[in-house]
């Protein structure tokens, strides 16, 4: 029973670590025939918050089906002060650099870029948390950085990367962001369940960016976009918000949080293929060298003994 606990895990995680690397050509795409970066943020949040309140009522009803006590989950003022600046990290400024970032930079530089955030975690950590910095990790940081500065420095340097400078650092800006949210936010994350914690931050978001989307909600031309950039923008709601997140606390249960972490690195093979096969991306040795520097930065962190394991997420 526990290994089929296990594989159901793993399987989980794969789930969730292929729709992610997944969104990132397919958004790419959708936003390059006639949805824009901010219209994109506003279907995310507002489309995720939608899916997240359906679902809590779905559980509500489940649990008065098999008449069971439902357990409610008290949110105190002080609660909602807590989920809303986790809104802002998790969700606003980390989306808002992410998804106008990729906007302007090739799918795959957004995807590596991704794979900096459980570094930029660590050295939060140490700060915030007071976890240990060890040799290990202190290593991982600098061959992490090196990967990321090899993406950016190519961009600068007009190396044929298909990334653009100023997106490539919106990017690293949201892995930060992300990073402020995993560290800062922690205990009231721990608190409640999965779905309450983000029906309330999608909704809080779409509350923040839904209001600067509406003057381009009012000029879009909604008759001339096609059936697949409707389709690609479903998946990033559908999938790489909703069913991806689902998915990851589901694995969260049975695995350890580094085994978690570590299938966070899938999402740059996954988008560097889908990116090659689909024509909206290209793979070269900057990109090759980026990603054997930050997976091995990565590792050394995960290998290094800390206070306790930290978590990683998209």
């Not at 779409?206 to 879009?220: D, H, K, R």
């Not at 008759?223 to 918000?241: D, L, Q």
Request: charged letters at 10%.
């Amino acid at each position: 029973m526990k290994q089929r606990s296990l594989l159901t895990g793993h399987l989980c995680m794969m789930g969730a670590s292929t729709m992610w690397g997944l969104m990132a050509p397919l958004g790419k795409d959708a936003m390059a025939n006639g949805i824009s970066g901010l219209e994109m943020i506003c279907f995310r949040v507002t489309g995720g918050s939608i899916c997240f309140w359906l679902a809590s009522f779905v559980v509500l009803l489940l649990n008065r089906d098999k008449g069971a006590e439902q357990t409610k989950e008290r949110i105190t003022p002080k609660d909602s002060a807590l989920l809303f600046g986790a809104a802002l990290f998790a969700i606003v400024f980390n989306q808002c650099n992410y998804i106008i970032g990729l906007s302007i930079t090739s799918p795959l530089n957004a995807s590596i870029m991704t794979t900096i955030m459980p570094i930029f975690t660590m050295i939060l950590a140490t700060i915030v948390l007071k976890e240990p910095l060890t040799s290990k990790k202190f290593l991982g940081v600098i061959l992490g950085a090196c990967g990321a500065a090899t993406l950016i420095l190519a961009s600068a340097n007009g190396v044929a990367s298909g990334g653009v400078l100023k997106g490539d650092l919106m990017c690293v800006a949201a892995q930060f962001s992300y990073s402020i949210y995993l560290t800062a936010f922690k205990s009231v994350i721990q608190k409640f369940t999965a779905i309450t914690c983000m029906k309330w931050m999608m909704t809080f978001a779409a509350l923040v960016v839904v209001p600067f989307g509406i003057p381009q909600f009012m000029e879009l031309d909604w008759a001339s976009i096609g059936n697949k950039t409707w389709a690609e923008t479903a998946f990033v709601v559908v999938g790489g918000t909703f069913f991806s997140f689902l998915l990851s606390t589901n694995a969260q249960k049975v695995l350890r949080p580094t085994v978690v972490a570590m299938y966070n690195y899938m999402q740059p093979i996954i988008a560097c293929m889908v990116s090659v096969l689909i024509g909206v991306g290209i793979f070269g040795w900057n990109q090759l060298v980026a990603i054997v520097l930050v997976f091995s930065g990565v590792y050394l962190v995960n290998k290094s003994k800390a206070k306790d394991d930290g978590q990683a997420c998209k």
